[in-house]
C-alpha cells in the first residue's frame, strides 16, 4: 500500500487486489525518518480510475463473446489485471503519533516515497487513546476480530444516544451496557416501552441469568405504587401541568386544595376526591379538578393503601451491589405512561437533589413517545449536575432534536438505508459527515459505528458480542404460531 | 528592415499559387488528419483519365469460408543510450462457421540496440545498415511490426485450409521482410493452401487510385474495379491483383491487394459472405485492429514490467521542447 494523494482530512491509499479491507479500519502511516505515524480510518474505496482503464475494460466487454485466447510470454496481462483492480481506499485522517504520544493534526505530512502503510488493531488504537478508566464493558468484536471494550467511566456523566433502523441490534446494545454497567455496580433506571429488559434476568436457555438478582420489574398498578404524600405537590403539579394540561385558574384550585389536605395530615387520595367535591369554587374548576382527579386514579400509580406502596429510595437501597429498575410501560395508555414516566423522573431528581440516591444511569427506549420535547432538553442540560446520566434509544433519528445530538457524549450509530435519517444523524454527529455516510449505509446487523468519549473520540465499528442472558427483542409473528396447525396452501 | 526581396518573392509565389484553386472541390484537414469527401473526388472524366477498369458487380452468393484478419501495433516505449525499447502486439480476429475468436500475442517488448542490432539483422531478408536501424525510433518500430505481424499471417496460412487470411494494409513486399516468414512465403503458403490472401488499406495514399473513388460511390451495389496496373505503376513490389471495392452499399471503397486462383469476382464475394461488414469494412480486421492497439493501461503494464523485473535504471527525464519553448499550447501543429 502507498499513499497516492490528500485531499483536505482525506488521505488516498493505493492498494492492490489481494488485501481485504473493511469499512471502519484503521491504518497507520509509518514515517520512520520522521518517528511520526498518521493515523488513518477507511471510510470507503473505489477503483483507480489510471489513464486507459474505461478503453480495457469496453473491449474486454466487446470480445467477452468471442473465444478469446491470449499467448503473453511475458505474463504482463496479470499487470494489466492489477492495474484494473488496484483500489484507492479513501481514508479520513484521524490523528497524528509523534514519540508514541497523540498530537494535534497540525499539517503534518508523512513521506509519500518512504512510508509504510499497514492495518492497526482496535488494541493498538486505545493503547494511543489512552483511557481514564479501568472497569471495561465487553461490547463485541472490531471489523478485524479483535475484542471490543470500553470503560465504564465513559459512560460516567454522560449522555448517550442509541439508533439505528429497526431489527439493526440497538435494544441489544442497550443491553449490553445495561449488563456491563450493572457488573461494576452502577444503579441503572431503564423505562421499557416493549417490557423486553426483564430478560436481563433470564439465561439464554430459560433459566435464571446472573444478573437476575439485580434486576427487579416494576409494573405500574402492581409493584409501582406511590403514595400521594410521597410524590408531594411539586411532583402532582408537574403531572397536572405538563402531562394533564390543567389551566392556570384550575391550578391555583388545587394548590389551595393541597395544602388543606396538607395541613389536615390528610394526604390521600380519598380525601383528594372528597375535597375537591366539597371545595368551594366553579363548577367548571370542580369539573376539570376532578377529570384530572380520576386520570390519575386510572393510571394506577397512587394508593393509599401503605402495603402496597413502594420508594425509589427503598427500590435501590435493596441493590447495594448495584441493579436495575425496569420501568415497564407495555400495556399502559398513552396517558397514563406520560404520567407515570414524569412522576418517576421528577422523583428521581427530588432524591438526588436531597442526595437521598447516588448518580443513576437512566436508559430510555423510543422516549419521544412519552417525554415531552422540553425534559428532553432538561434531562441533558439539567439532570446530569444532580446525577442522571441518559441513554437514549430511538430508530426515528429525528425524534431527536440537533441539539440534543450536538451535546451527545456517546452515538452507537446502527444501520439506516434511508437518505434522510443518514443525513439527520451524520449532519448531528461528532464525527465528518463523510464516515458515517458511508459506513452506517453499509452495517450489517449487530455492527454499529461507536462515536465520542467511549472510544477517544475515534470512531470504530463494533460487532456487538452475543449475550447470556436474553437480550433480543421479540417480534410477535402471526404465522410461526399458525405453522404448526395449518399446513401452507399453494396460491395462485 | 531586414527581409527585403528573396521574401517578396516567395509571397508573389503563394498568391500566384491561389489563382489555381479557385472554383475547386476541397476538403479541410481536421487537426491534421486527412479527410476524404462524402461521394469521392473528382468528375467520372477525372476518374477515367486516372485510369483503372470499369466497375463490376460483387456476386452476393458467395461461398462462406472461414475468415481470419491480422493486425498488430507497435509502440515505443522508452530509449537507452543505444537503442529503443518498444512493445508489440498481433492480433488473429477469426470467424469460423459463425462463431468468433480471437488469439493476441503479447504484448511483448523488444529492445533494440548496438548489442543485438546485428541479430536482428539477420533475421531479415535484406540486410540493412545498422545505424539505420538503432537510430531511428520509426524505422525499429517498423522492423519489430513487420517481424511479428508476418510471422503470425505464416502460422494462420500454414494452419488454415481453403479459407480467406486477410491483413490489414497492403501486400507490399517490405524492405524488413523476415526471411524466414516473408511475405512471399506467406503468399507460396496461402497458396498451397488454398488460403485466399488479400491486404485491406483503410485509406489508400496513392492519388489516382482517390480519384477512381467516385466512379465506385455511384454504383448501387457492392462493386469493384480492378487497378492492378496503377498500383503497379506507383509501387512495383505489390503481390497478387489490386482492387478498389466497395463491399457494402454503404461501404467506403476499400483498396484490396488480392493473392487467388479463383478469381477477383469470387474471392470478394467469398469474403462479403464470410465476414459481417461494418460501413463495408470487414469485422474481423476492425476487431484485429480494436484487440491489437495499446490502451494506456497495458502500456503502463509493459514500463511497469521493464522497470520491475529487467533491472533497467529509470533516469529522470525532460521534454526537450517542453523546457525551451514553455507549456503554453496555442492548439497549433507542425513547427518541429
Not at chain 1, 391555583?252 to 395541613?263: G, T, V
Not at chain 2, 487537426?31 to 456476386?59: F, K, R
Not at chain 2, 461461398?63 to 537507452?80: A, F, N
Request: charged content about 25%; overall charge neutral.
Amino acid at each position: 500500500m502507498r499513499i497516492l494523494s490528500k485531499r483536505g482530512d482525506e488521505m488516498m491509499i493505493l492498494a492492490l487486489p489481494g488485501e481485504e479491507f473493511t469499512k471502519g479500519e484503521y491504518m497507520k502511516i509509518v514515517d520512520e525518518r520522521a518517528d511520526t505515524q498518521m493515523v488513518v480510518q477507511l471510510y470507503d474505496s473505489a477503483y483507480l480510475d489510471s489513464p486507459g482503464i474505461q478503453e480495457d475494460l469496453l473491449r474486454d466487454e466487446l470480445f467477452s463473446g468471442s473465444e478469446l485466447n491470449r499467448l503473453d510470454p511475458l505474463e504482463m496481462e496479470s499487470l494489466g489485471v492489477m492495474i484494473k483492480d488496484a483500489r484507492v481506499l479513501l481514508c479520513k485522517i484521524r490523528c497524528v503519533i509523534r514519540a508514541g504520544k497523540r498530537i494535534p493534526e497540525s499539517g503534518w505530512l508523512p513521506s509519500r516515497s518512504s512510508s509504510t502503510v499497514s492495518k492497526m488493531g482496535v488494541s493498538e488504537l486505545y493503547e494511543i487513546i489512552g483511557s481514564r478508566g479501568t472497569r471495561r464493558i465487553l461490547l463485541g468484536e472490531s471489523v478485524n476480530g479483535e475484542g471490543n471494550s470500553i470503560n465504564a467511566e465513559d459512560l460516567d456523566g454522560r449522555l448517550n444516544i442509541i439508533t439505528g433502523r429497526k431489527e439493526a441490534g440497538k435494544s441489544h446494545m442497550a443491553k449490553l451496557l445495561v449488563s456491563g454497567l450493572l457488573d461494576h455496580g452502577a444503579k441503572v433506571l431503564i423505562f421499557d416501552l416493549n417490557g423486553e429488559y426483564g430478560g436481563l434476568a433470564l439465561s439464554r436457555e430459560g433459566g435464571v441469568s446472573r444478573y437476575a438478582k439485580r434486576v427487579k420489574v416494576l409494573q405500574p398498578g402492581y409493584n409501582l405504587r406511590f403514595s400521594l404524600r410521597y410524590l408531594g405537590k411539586r411532583i402532582l403539579v408537574d403531572v397536572l401541568q405538563n402531562v394533564l394540561e390543567v389551566p392556570g385558574a384550575t391550578m391555583r384550585e388545587f394548590m389551595r386544595i393541597w395544602d388543606y389536605l396538607e395541613q389536615s395530615g390528610r394526604v390521600t387520595l380519598k380525601d383528594l376526591e372528597e375535597t375537591i367535591n366539597h371545595w368551594h369554587c366553579n363548577e367548571f374548576v370542580r369539573d376539570a379538578l376532578l377529570s384530572r382527579y380520576y386520570s390519575l386514579i386510572s393510571s394506577d400509580l397512587i394508593s393509599d393503601n401503605s402495603r402496597y406502596v413502594t420508594t425509589i429510595e427503598e427500590e435501590f437501597a435493596s441493590m447495594k451491589d448495584g441493579g436495575a429498575l425496569i420501568v415497564t410501560l407495555s400495556g399502559v395508555g398513552p396517558l397514563a405512561r406520560r404520567m407515570i414516566v414524569e412522576s418517576v423522573l421528577a422523583k428521581l431528581i427530588d432524591c438526588l437533589e436531597q442526595r437521598t440516591l447516588e448518580p443513576v444511569f437512566l436508559l430510555a427506549e423510543e422516549a419521544h413517545l412519552y417525554l415531552r420535547h422540553t425534559y428532553w432538553e432538561d434531562l441533558i442540560t439539567r439532570m446530569r449536575h444532580f446525577g442522571v446520566f441518559s441513554t437514549f434509544v430511538t430508530n426515528q433519528p429525528d425524534a431527536i432534536g440537533p441539539d440534543i445530538y450536538r451535546q451527545a457524549d456517546n452515538i452507537f450509530l446502527y444501520n439506516f438505508t434511508n437518505e434522510k435519517d443518514i443525513e439527520q444523524v451524520a449532519q448531528a454527529s461528532m464525527t465528518d459527515f463523510e464516515t458515517v455516510k458511508s459506513i452506517v449505509r453499509t452495517l450489517e446487523p449487530k455492527h454499529c459505528l461507536v462515536l465520542g468519549k467511549v472510544v477517544g473520540d475515534l470512531p470504530v465499528v463494533v460487532k456487538s458480542v452475543d449475550t447470556d442472558f436474553q437480550s433480543l427483542g421479540s417480534t410477535r409473528l402471526f404465522f410461526t404460531s399458525h405453522i404448526e396447525s395449518t399446513p401452507p396452501v399453494e396460491t395462485r | 528592415m531586414i527581409l527585403g526581396s528573396s521574401v517578396s518573392e516567395v509571397a508573389q509565389l503563394s498568391l500566384a499559387s491561389l489563382s489555381g484553386i479557385r472554383g475547386r472541390r476541397m476538403v479541410l484537414y481536421r487537426n491534421g488528419e486527412e479527410q476524404q469527401p462524402l461521394m469521392g473526388w473528382g468528375s467520372v472524366s477525372a476518374a477515367e483519365s486516372s485510369g483503372g477498369s470499369s466497375c463490376v458487380p460483387i456476386p452476393t452468393e458467395g461461398s462462406v469460408k472461414p475468415v481470419s484478419s491480422i493486425d498488430s501495433s507497435v509502440i515505443v516505449l522508452g530509449e537507452v543510450d543505444d537503442g529503443f525499447v518498444m512493445a508489440g502486439k498481433v492480433t488473429v480476429s477469426s470467424r469460423r462457421e459463425g462463431k468468433k475468436y480471437a488469439y493476441v500475442f503479447g504484448p511483448s517488448i523488444f529492445y533494440i540496440g548496438e548489442s543485438n542490432v546485428a541479430k536482428v539483422n539477420e533475421l531479415l531478408s535484406n540486410r540493412l545498415p545498422e545505424r539505420f536501424i538503432i537510430h531511428d525510433a520509426a524505422v525499429a518500430t517498423r522492423v519489430v511490426r513487420v517481424i511479428m505481424e508476418r510471422a503470425a499471417a505464416l502460422d494462420v496460412a500454414i494452419n488454415m485450409s481453403g479459407g480467406i487470411l486477410a491483413l490489414d494494409g497492403s501486400l507490399r513486399v517490405s524492405n524488413f521482410e523476415p526471411s524466414r516468414c516473408s511475405l512471399v512465403r506467406i503468399a507460396e503458403t496461402c497458396e498451397r493452401n488454398g488460403v485466399v490472401l488479400m491486404g485491406v488499406t483503410k485509406n489508400t495514399k496513392l492519388r489516382p487510385l482517390q480519384r477512381l473513388e467516385g466512379k465506385l460511390y455511384k454504383s448501387t451495389r457492392p462493386s469493384f474495379m480492378e487497378v492492378s496496373d496503377v498500383v503497379r505503376s506507383i509501387a512495383p513490389t505489390v503481390l497478387g491483383r489490386s482492387v478498389l471495392a466497395r463491399l457494402s452499399s454503404d461501404g467506403v471503397p476499400l483498396r484490396i491487394d488480392i493473392l487467388t486462383e479463383e478469381g477477383l469476382e469470387g474471392s470478394l464475394s467469398s469474403l462479403v459472405a464470410s465476414d459481417i461488414l461494418c460501413h463495408g469494412y470487414p469485422d474481423t480486421l476492425k476487431a484485429a485492429h480494436i484487440l491489437s492497439i495499446f490502451s494506456l493501461g497495458e502500456e503502463e503494464s509493459a514500463k511497469g514490467r521493464l522497470v520491475r523485473t529487467e533491472g533497467t535504471n529509470v533516469v529522470q527525464s525532460f521534454n526537450v521542447r517542453r523546457a525551451l519553448l514553455g507549456k503554453m499550447q496555442l492548439g497549433g501543429r507542425g513547427g518541429n
